[in-house]
């Protein structure tokens, strides 16, 4: 039997080469070995959207088609949204009885987006909460391994912490406890050189059209210190340089010896780097623009998702339930 996978991100909006290097390549390989559940986290999103939510329904069939223009296949991995499976948040409500206050109110990322994030208010009760919603997406489908970036190391951990103590009350092992993938591609920076994100308007996103990622690339920062091509140059602190480690590992060595011997321009090397981009992206754009018409292969790839996700998720709540010792 092949070890199951679940993985999720929050629908807030077009993806980008972050999401790209940072998740789904790693995902589209992982598919070789596991059984993969990946999940459409609207509820997730719903968390910090809620007050202006009109972009979610949008946002949901535009990641659904990304993940299926980059190579996620509908035979192989089950694709659906959270939403559409009611058992998450039963099996929600299970793992909030038994979560201590003090454990979410102490999580990093908890106490770090009540600081940073200032257009929206992030003070509500599910917010709260958010890790014990992750929690349930992962053990409703007795993950074993949940591939995610570093940021997201605080939620597994809890995630473990919650099945321990559930075990513990309940007297019976029923959930595995799922083990942490870290993603090990170097982490792609925005445009700005500041963390790549959405707020920042600082990515390229998978959807970009040539001319868009020519003028994107142009506008990145580059080492400081050269003035004229001839300055020798520091590629170590160069974001474009950054950006070749990760499109063009072939010819960073080579870069990077040119850089230092000031042999070569910035605006040739950052040409370069978007023609390397373009090629990368375009044959995600063309199947891009093929699934984007064809709504109906898409919402298909979805209620199939649904339906293999569903049957998993009942099995599950099931069990919890005849645990718990509620009737039924
Ligand atoms: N919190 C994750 C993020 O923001 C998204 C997510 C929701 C998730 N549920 C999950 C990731 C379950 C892994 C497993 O990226
Ligand atoms: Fe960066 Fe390329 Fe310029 Fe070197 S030549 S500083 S790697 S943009």
Known sequence: MKKRILSGMRPTGKLHL??????IDNWIKLQDEYDCYYMIADWHALMSEYASPENIKENIFECAVDWLSCGLDPERSSIFIQSDVSQHLDLYMALSCLTPLSWLERCPTYKEQ???VTTRD???????GYPVLQAADILLYKANVVPVGVDQSSHLELTREIVRRFHHIYKKEI??????LLTHAPKLLGLDSRKMSKSYDNFIALSETDEDIVSKVKQMITDPARIQKTDPGHPDICNVFSYYKVF???????????????EI?????????????IERLRPIRQKREKLIKDKKFVMDVLGKGKQKAQDTAKQTMKEVRELIGFLG
């Open 18 to 23: 972050g999401h790209l290097v940072g998740a």
């Open 114 to 116: 009540l600081r940073e």
């Open 122 to 128: 992030l003070t509500t009760y599910a917010f709260l």
């Open 175 to 180: 959930f595995p406890e799922p083990e942490t």
């Open 248 to 262: 063009a590992s072939k010819e960073v060595h080579e870069l990077e010896e040119k850089c230092k011997a000031g």
């Open 265 to 277: 321009g910035c605006m040739q090397c950052k040409k370069h780097l978007a023609e390397i981009i």
